[in-house]
């Protein structure tokens, strides 16, 4: 497995700062990160992945739209013949404070392999990239 990821925040999400805080952060771990930044669609993310030959998609939302936004992502890169990459998804993925466990039951339902509530921190995705790649 290669240490090079896409990283973005989708949808018409605008909120930049957790964006480089988190190029900043694994970039340090030692991956190799492709950042498409913010406003970023679903084939933004597929295409990035695709052209670098990446191992994870990391996506954040922000302003609460992550549930619409991320919505067909496993499904539509399949279709581009990303099979086994890895999906992460963090930020506010949903409108206000919702009770975390069905959350993140139904962005593993949509294929996420790791969802992060609100506030997680960078390292605890990194832990769990090396762990998932394999790399520890
Ligand atoms: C600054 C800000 C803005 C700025 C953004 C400027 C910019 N270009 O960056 C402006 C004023 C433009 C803005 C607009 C809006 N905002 Co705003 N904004 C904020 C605010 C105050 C700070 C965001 C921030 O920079 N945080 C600092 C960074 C470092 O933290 P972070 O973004 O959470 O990211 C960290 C973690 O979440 C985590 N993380 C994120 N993604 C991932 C992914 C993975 C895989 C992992 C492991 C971790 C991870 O790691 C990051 C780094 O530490 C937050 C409130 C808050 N205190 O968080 C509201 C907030 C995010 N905004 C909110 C909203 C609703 C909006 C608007 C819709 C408001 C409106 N009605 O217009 C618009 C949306 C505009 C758009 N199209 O995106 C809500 C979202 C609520 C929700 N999800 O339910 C918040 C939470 C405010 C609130 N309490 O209501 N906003």
């Given at each position: 497995m290669?240490?090079?990821i896409?990283?973005?925040?989708i949808g018409a999400d605008?909120?930049a700062v957790?964006?480089?805080?988190l190029?900043?952060?694994f ?6 990160v492709?950042n498409?930044?913010v406003l970023?669609?679903?084939?933004d993310?597929?295409?990035a ?11 954040s939302?922000?302003y609460?739209?992550?549930?619409i936004?991320c919505?067909?992502l496993?499904?539509k890169?399949?279709?581009a013949g990303?099979?086994?990459?890895l999906l ?13 466990g069905p ?8 294929g ?7 506030g997680t ?11 998932d790649?394999?790399?520890?």
């Amino acid at each position: 497995m290669n240490k090079k990821i896409v990283l973005g925040v989708i949808g018409a999400d605008c909120h930049a700062v957790g964006n480089k805080v988190l190029d900043h952060a694994f970039t340090e771990a030692g991956f190799e990160v492709i950042n498409v930044g913010v406003l970023s669609s679903q084939e933004d993310f597929i295409n990035a992945a695709i052209e670098t030959n990446a191992s994870a998609i990391l996506v954040s939302s922000l302003y609460g739209h992550g549930e619409i936004d991320c919505r067909g992502l496993r499904e539509k890169c399949e279709e581009a013949g990303l099979k086994d990459i890895l999906l992460y998804a963090g930020g506010n993925l949903v409108v206000g404070k919702q009770e975390w466990g069905p959350v993140e039951e139904r962005f593993k339902e949509m294929g996420f392999d790791r969802v992060y509530a609100p506030g997680t921190s960078p390292q605890e995705g990194i832990n769990h990239l090396r762990e998932d790649l394999k790399l520890i």
